[in-house]
């Protein structure tokens, strides 16, 4: 069983930064492939980006290119997600969510296992 939690969400202004930790337990992140969605009201929940177990490769949303940036740190059984030049439109429930036995980067929501409860973003503009 593994149990994912997400903490540093809150409400900024367009511009600003602010960087979502995810920290796994009960197993460790560089044996899954870790992904970040997010869901707005009144729509599904969505891709952001993903990490394969051995970290080497990542994939963005064409929306969060050059703005946002997934790491890990295996030390501390942590993901992260970076995000820069926020926009209104990346307000939103941000999930982060992890799958045991996927090949590449899954982009579909129901690949993944073990979801975090979410923690919310919000950017006024």
């Known amino acids: 069983q593994v149990q994912l939690g997400e903490s540093g969400g809150g409400s900024v202004q367009a511009g600003d930064s602010l960087r979502l930790s995810c920290a796994a337990s009960?197993?460790?992140?560089?044996?899954?492939?870790m992904g970040w969605f997010r869901q707005a009201p009144g729509n599904e929940r969505a891709f952001v980006t993903g990490?394969?177990?051995?970290?080497?490769?990542?994939n963005y949303a064409d929306s969060v290119k050059g703005r946002f940036t997934i790491s890990r740190d295996n030390a501390k059984n942590t993901v992260y997600l970076q995000m820069n030049s926020l926009k209104p439109e990346d307000t939103a429930v941000y999930y982060c969510?992890?799958?045991?036995?996927?090949?590449?980067?899954?982009?579909?929501?129901?690949?993944?296992?073990?979801w975090g409860q979410g923690t919310q973003v919000t950017v006024s503009s």
């Open positions: 009960g197993r460790t992140v560089s044996t899954l492939t």
């Open positions: 969510a992890a799958a045991t036995a996927a090949y590449g980067i899954p982009t579909m929501a129901q690949v993944y296992d073990y």
């Open positions: 990490m394969t177990r051995s970290g080497g490769s990542t």
